[in-house]
Structure formats: structure tokens, C-alpha cells
Nanobody, 123 residues
Framework: VQLQASGGGSVQAGASLRLSCAAR????????MGWFRQAPGKEREFVSG????????TYADSVKGRFTISRDNAKNTVYLQMNMLKPEDTAVYYC?????????????????WGQGTQVTVSS
């Protein structure tokens, strides 16, 4: 599975961005999908995950209430709406396809990874 992420950019604190990630080469409608991020010098961390039908979502505490994950299985695409961005949200954001139908919150729960998209939030 090839994943193409887009939507990153440089914004000021308080702004919004919407990330998209399209899965190519095969459908992923039976798999959970997730978003992770990695800041310089830090480990990759879980941000959010969504179940195969989109009816179950999970978030890291640091983004709860600000970020919303969703998916469109007809388009093989997962989204991450990011509102009220903070400088500490600055990172490369990666989308991933889960190994099962329900989203885990760790790297090992995901099998395929996109190339990442940079999000930079200035104060």
C-alpha cells in the first residue's frame, strides 16, 4: 500500500490545517488508519486513529478537543482536521494503515506508512 499525505504547511498559533492521506494500490476500507507525528530529536508519537468504518476514534491527550480524524472509504482517504494549533504541534505528520480493523495507539499496530508532511506552528 502506498500512502500519499498532503496538507501540511507553516501557520501561526491558533490556526487550522487539514491533512489528507490517500491510499494507493489497494483499498484499505477494512483497516484502521491513524496519524502519528515526529518532532526533531523525539520519537514518533501517536496522534489519532480511526476504525475501519469510521465509527470509533481515539486521540492522544495532547490533541483531544482540537483535532478530529475522519475517513472516506469511497476515496480510500483519511483526514486529520487540526484546529487551535500550538507551537508544540510542530512535527512531521505520518499517516498509517493499521494491522487490524480497530485503531491501536502505538507504532507496532500499523503496517504501512506514508512519507510524512511537515507541520510548522509559530508563536
Amino acid at each position: 500500500v502506498q500512502l500519499q499525505a498532503s496538507g501540511g504547511g507553516s501557520v501561526q498559533a491558533g490556526a487550522s490545517l487539514r491533512l489528507s492521506c490517500a491510499a494507493r494500490t489497494r483499498a484499505v476500507s477494512n483497516n484502521a488508519m491513524g496519524w502519528f507525528r515526529q518532532a526533531p530529536g523525539k520519537e514518533r508519537e501517536f496522534v489519532s486513529g480511526v476504525s475501519w468504518r469510521g465509527d470509533s476514534t481515539t486521540y492522544a491527550d495532547s490533541v483531544k478537543g482540537r483535532f478530529t480524524i475522519s475517513r472516506d472509504n469511497a476515496k480510500n482517504t483519511v483526514y486529520l482536521q487540526m484546529n487551535m494549533l500550538k507551537p508544540e504541534d510542530t512535527a512531521v505528520y505520518y499517516c498509517a494503515v493499521g494491522r487490524s480493523s480497530y485503531a491501536g495507539n502505538n507504532v507496532a499496530s500499523y503496517a504501512y506508512w506514508g512519507q510524512g508532511t511537515q507541520v510548522t506552528v509559530s508563536s
